[in-house]
């Protein structure tokens, strides 16, 4: 008698998804976590923390992810590119 298949810890309670998805998925996070923190320091800048912060600081993030978001899916390719040329493949 075998014992019962461990099931992998799911993230969150959903599935993983399949490898493939690893091109869009890598971007997605990087572009989220990349414009919460450039976004959230010009708008501390640009304007300091007071009343209006959070709305101001969320509308900039929107609208910044909304361009890094392709941006990085377009260069990214470009970017492995100069990466391998520039670093030994050991």
């Known amino acids: ?23 869009v998925v890598l971007p ?9 923190v450039v976004s959230l320091i010009s708008t501390l800048r640009g304007v300091g923390f007071g009343v209006g912060f959070f709305p101001l600081w969320l509308g900039s993030w929107g609208l910044s992810w909304l361009v890094a978001f392709p941006t990085l899916l377009l260069v990214l390719p470009l970017v492995r590119k100069a ?4 670093v030994r493949q050991d």
């Open 1 to 23: 008698m075998t014992a019962p298949k461990q099931s992998t810890p799911r993230p969150f309670g959903f599935a993983k998804l399949p490898a493939r998805y690893a091109g």
């Open 28 to 36: 997605f996070f990087l572009s989220l976590i990349m414009t919460c």
């Open 83 to 86: 990466t391998a040329a520039v």
